[in-house]
């Protein structure tokens, strides 16, 4: 069998396993959030830390709970990486204390579920700080995107009220019945397939050609199953998935492929099951389904083109591709990876084709909402069917409605917040960096790519991707420092305006459906959908997108 036809067989044997697991799962999800039952465990955390389970939160209190949470989970990951020389050292090798601007950077970077990384984990991280401070955060910060789509939902399911549910109750049972369980099934079957987990140290070998070569060991399978799962990841080792430790086979490839689309694609119809209309689900995971393809055959075409000498010779673009996987399983993975929020890579971004990489410079671009990070992408689609009901609206001289409720002013100033939040972050930052030179001293390919490398670094950070363009160097005060801020913009100022969005909805009453309105359970809806979505996008980063990976494929 060609490459070619093994890479489309990768894709329909995820759209089949995507396909079987998309109602039990989310209709498990629902049952999550919507159950009046609490578990012992549950119970016995709320005593510890002084829960009131019963407790219904206005969406301000959410907004507070959710940023006080976060606030803390930054300060105590600073102080683990900070210290980490003097803790627990006869756990694995010992390293040196992490520098304050990277410690901040690193410490954003996993409370806002970026996982951007300026380091190289094996040769910078404790296990201690691996286990009990990344791999935590990999939980909770995924937990945190699902609990405010949950409670953006919340804002459809409720009239008369602007009270969205319990931010600590929602945290709670994320994590024990939805993260926990997936993370350990999954994680036994990374290490049945071969990705080594162990607490041994560092191992120095002496070669064949009498060179010395360290062979790293740790906890790798417990820490990759959630780092895809959640849509985190930061790999404990540099090379991410294309190491053989933490992704060894094409099986593997194709599973952590699998469990990083699992639970976006799932949530759909979570949504529809809660607002008692599962055909609203079908037509956002269509929509969602179609961008995705899109994006897969996109890179998947042009990394196959044979330009150059080089790549007729290797039978497609193989520099900085893993020959076991092939540019099948790279632009696969390139795809998915930068369609949801994960970042985790199994090749390098910056040795895509110039159009390879504009496709997943696009796909960041586009919110990652196709299906997007594990919730984000979810309520960043809700804000833009939003949007289609209200240019649909203004085209028909109707009051948008959308699930029963109307679209006011005071929705669409929610709704153009939240979307013009990212670009005005990354361009900003991307703007400042060109124009100064603690931005350029970092270029280390200069001309087009060189600004496709910025762009792509701050579209990554604001959109929680994590992934990157390794030709920059971002290891430096000005990117650690001002990468830091740019994340905690970018996650939590859309997610503040999705909450409030969120408890407008819930103070309205129901709308009953009627002869004009329009019905967003159709095939049509959908196409506007996907023409929104793109011509925002496009509107708002052609100038980028021409100027780097345009101008640089077309040279």
Known sequence: MNSTAAGWLQVALLVAALAACYVPLGNYIARVFTSDKDWRAEKALYKLFGVDQKADMRWTVYVRSMLAFSLVSVLFLYGLERLQHYLFTFIGPNMSNVPPDLAWNTAVSFVTNTNWQNYSGETTMTYLVQMGGLAVQNFMSAAVGIVVAIAMIRGFTRARTDRLGNFWVDLTRCVLRLLLPLSIVGGLILAAGGVIDNFAAYH??????????????????????????????????????????????????????????????????AFGKMVGDNRQGYVLVAVMAA??????????????????????????????????????????????????????????????????????????????????????????????AMVTVFVAGLMVGRTPEYIGKKIRPAEMKYAALYFLTLPVVILTAAGLSLATRFGTNSILNPGPHGLTEIVYAFASMANNNGSAFAGLATNTGWYNTVGGVVMLLGRFAPEIFALGLAGSLARQSPVPASAGTLDTRTPLFAGMLIAVILILVGLTYFPALALGPFAEGLH
């Open 204 to 269: 120095t070998v002496t070669t064949l050609s009498g060179a010395h070569q360290t062979i790293v060991g740790g906890p790798f399978a417990s820490q990759e199953v959630i780092k895809d799962m959640g849509n985190n990841g930061g790999g404990p080792l540099n090379a991410n998935s294309a190491h053989p430790f933490e992704n060894p086979n094409p099986f593997t490839n194709w599973f952590e492929i699998f469990i990083l689309l699992l639970i976006p694609f799932a949530t759909p119809r």
């Open 291 to 384: 961008i995705w393809l899109a994006a897969v055959g996109g890179i998947s075409f042009f990394e196959a083109q044979h330009a150059g000498t080089a790549p007729q010779l290797a039978g497609g673009a193989y520099e900085g591709v893993e020959v076991r996987f092939g540019t099948p399983g790279c632009s696969l993975f390139a795809a998915s990876t930068t369609v949801t929020s994960t970042g985790a890579v199994n090749c390098f971004h910056d040795s895509l084709t110039p159009f390879g990489g504009g496709i997943a410079l696009f796909d960041i671009a586009l919110g990652e909402i196709a299906p997007g990070g594990v919730g984000a992408g979810m309520y960043g689609i809700l804000v833009l």
